[in-house]
């Protein structure tokens, strides 16, 4: 049994506590001291993972302090995990108040996107802020929160530089319904994770417009193939675009409806503004500041991505999905692994 405590009490966050409190003493820190009072008190999450009652060995806190002592004075036998599950526009702001702590235990972060301003994957905020001296590992792939929740099976992917942290991350989350494999390509597993959720919104889009199940296959294999430009533009791996963080996570978010991004798609298809779908879906939608952030990096790169540059100008250049979808098709033909 380890230490863990989960940073961020959104779905995803309140997922991964119940499922490791199964096997270790977790505790799951919200920034909302109102929310996590009533979480404490009704046991369950009302507002971000509503139905699924939190074990009774959950602990709940709004309280940072207390949440980063509950793994900060671990005993020397002890592996205790930091988990940063907010989502990537919070992960500095959320680091910064871990400057200068001398105890900091093993980060592991669960967020997907590129930073929006900065264009930096999360392991580099990361980097930014913690600096190189403390492990540090992201753990993804195909996971909608509320199955985690009930403890159906799902597979991830840690990747690290650190093998120590790898094993030991695996040690730890690996068991009962979760399997998780280890992996070296902390780039390769960012972009996967990141670039999915663009795909999602534009697979929503096709299905809400009603452009039928080929077209759905075609964006979401040509979505793995701008995956993988960008991927290896950066320095990814090409294998890892085939696996469980990169096709595995494309695969359940283009085609699942608990997809909060590819809900976006079908809400744009219906002629919703971003603003209304935003706010009706109380969640965030990493895809939406994602499709900017990676249609810039990718211009500056010089990788082609015409998918995400659709599904960025019908978002905030006020452009036609029906007719970003003609535009796609109206494309000059090109060779399929080009
Ligand atoms: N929901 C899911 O099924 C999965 C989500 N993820 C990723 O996990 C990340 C978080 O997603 P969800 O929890 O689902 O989002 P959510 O929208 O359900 O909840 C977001 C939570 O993060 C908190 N938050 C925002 N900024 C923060 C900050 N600066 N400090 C602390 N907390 C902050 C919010 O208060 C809220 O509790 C995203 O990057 C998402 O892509 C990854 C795998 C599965
Ligand atoms: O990342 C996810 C599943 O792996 C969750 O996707 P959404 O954020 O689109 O709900």
Not at 81 to 100: D, F, H, S, T, Y
Not at 289 to 305: E, F, Q, T
Request: proline share 5%; with cysteine.
């Amino acid at each position: 049994m380890n230490k863990i405590t989960v940073l961020g009490a959104g779905a995803w966050g309140t997922a991964v506590a119940i499922a490791l409190a199964a096997r270790h003493d977790v505790l799951l820190w919200g920034r909302n001291p109102a929310q996590m009072a009533a979480t404490a008190a009704a046991r369950e999450n009302t507002t971000y993972l509503p139905g699924q009652p939190l074990p009774d060995s959950l602990r709940v806190s709004a309280d940072f302090e207390q949440a980063l002592a509950h793994v900060e004075h671990a005993g020397a036998d002890e592996a205790p995990l930091l988990i940063a599950a907010c989502p990537v526009a919070g992960l500095r702001p959320l680091l910064e108040q871990l400057k200068g702590r001398t105890n900091i235990p093993n980060v592991v972060w669960l967020c997907k996107g590129f930073e929006y301003g900065t264009g930096l994957l999360p392991h580099q905020v990361v980097r930014e802020v913690l600096g190189d001296a403390i492990p540090a590992a992201v753990l993804s792939g195909p996971s909608f929160a509320q199955e985690v929740a009930r403890g159906l099976p799902c597979a991830l992917a840690v990747a690290s530089t650190s093998k120590a942290l790898r094993d030991s991350v695996v040690a730890t989350v690996h068991g009962g319904n979760l399997r998780v494999y280890a992996c070296d390509d902390v780039i390769g597993v960012e972009v996967g994770g990141a670039v999915k959720n663009v795909l999602a919104i534009a697979t929503g889009t096709a299905d809400g417009l009603g452009l039928g199940l080929n077209a759905r296959a075609a964006l979401i294999t040509r979505g793995l193939a701008e995956i993988t430009r960008l991927g290896l533009a950066l320095g990814g791996q090409a294998s890892t675009f085939m696996g469980l963080t990169g096709m595995g996570d494309l695969i359940l978010t283009c085609t699942g409806d608990l997809s909060r991004n590819r809900r976006v798609g079908l809400a744009l298809a219906q002629g919703k503004p971003l603003e209304t779908i935003v706010a009706e879906l109380g969640h965030v939608a990493e895809g939406v500041p994602c499709s900017k952030a990676v249609r810039d990096l990718a211009a500056r790169l010089g990788v082609d991505m015409p998918i995400t540059n659709a599904v960025a100008a019908v978002l905030f250049d006020g452009y036609d999905a029906a007719e970003m979808a003609k535009q796609l098709l109206a494309r000059d033909p090109r060779n399929e692994l080009a």
